[in-house]
């Protein structure tokens, strides 16, 4: 069964660098697209990227500027970083895939969320 | 980016009553679209695919339709353990867009 494990870095100061992992048990990297997805309490779900297994990312515009999702297939791991944090990235944190490989977007698996609080 | 508005923002149903709640995209998106529910402290959990698709494991009583515009997600007969959070999810263009939410509490 997959099984996705997030961690990182619970608390920052503004202007820091958000870093998060996402470790894929059970299954490969190979011919998925890989989500990051955050969610508040005022804004809701917001997606922010997501990476396939070539490599290829889409970012949310809002975002852009500021996040980087990448892989590292040795390890199993998805990785999002965000520069320039402020009070307003606060939020759950989630990994998540499709459903099943090749062009199917909708997510089954999820990790379990990380809370990344940014305050000074 | 699409904009997905869905309604309602919330409902009180009771035990076996039907819920419908829906979902409007600001332009067509074919029938790209998910549902999901969410429990507090849980991640969302995915129910339908492709706008009418039933995801495997998920109970009959939930089902999904609509393409183009305007989608639904149909609760045949409500549950206690359907008591949560629901939400649309476009995936049809980047950036992807959820809809704001429908929170179902017992009345």
């Known amino acids: 069964q997959v099984r996705l494990q997030q961690w990182g870095a619970g608390l920052l100061k503004p202007s820091e660098t958000l870093s998060l992992t996402c470790a894929v048990y059970g299954g490969s990297l190979s011919g998925y697209y890989w989500n990051w997805i955050r969610q508040t309490p005022g804004k809701g779900l917001e997606w922010i990227g997501e990476?396939?297994?070539?490599?290829?990312?889409s970012y949310n515009p809002s975002l852009r500027s500021r996040v980087t999702i990448s892989l590292d297939t040795s390890k199993n791991q998805i990785s999002l970083k965000l520069t320039s944090v402020t009070a307003a990235d606060t939020a759950l944190y989630y990994c998540?895939?499709?459903?099943?490989?090749?062009?199917?977007?909708?997510?089954?698996?999820w990790g379990q969320g990380t809370l990344v609080t940014v305050s000074s | 980016a699409i904009q997905m508005t869905q309604s309602p923002s919330s409902l009180s149903a009771s035990v076996g009553d039907r819920v419908t709640i829906t979902c409007r995209a600001s332009?067509?998106?074919?029938?790209?679209l998910g549902w999901y529910q969410q429990k507090p402290g849980k991640p969302p959990k995915l129910l339908i695919y492709a706008a009418s698709s039933l995801q495997s494991g998920v109970p009959s009583r939930f089902s999904g339709s609509g393409s183009g515009t305007d989608f639904t997600l149909t609760i045949s007969s409500l549950q206690p353990e359907d008591f949560a959070t629901y939400y649309c999810?476009?995936?049809?263009?980047?950036?992807?867009?959820f809809g704001q939410g429908t929170k179902v509490e017992i009345k």
């Open positions: 999810l476009q995936d049809y263009s980047s950036p992807r867009t």
């Open positions: 332009q067509g998106i074919r029938n790209d």
């Open positions: 998540a895939r499709p459903w099943r490989s090749g062009a199917a977007r909708s997510l089954s698996y």
């Open positions: 990476i396939n297994d070539g490599g290829s990312t």
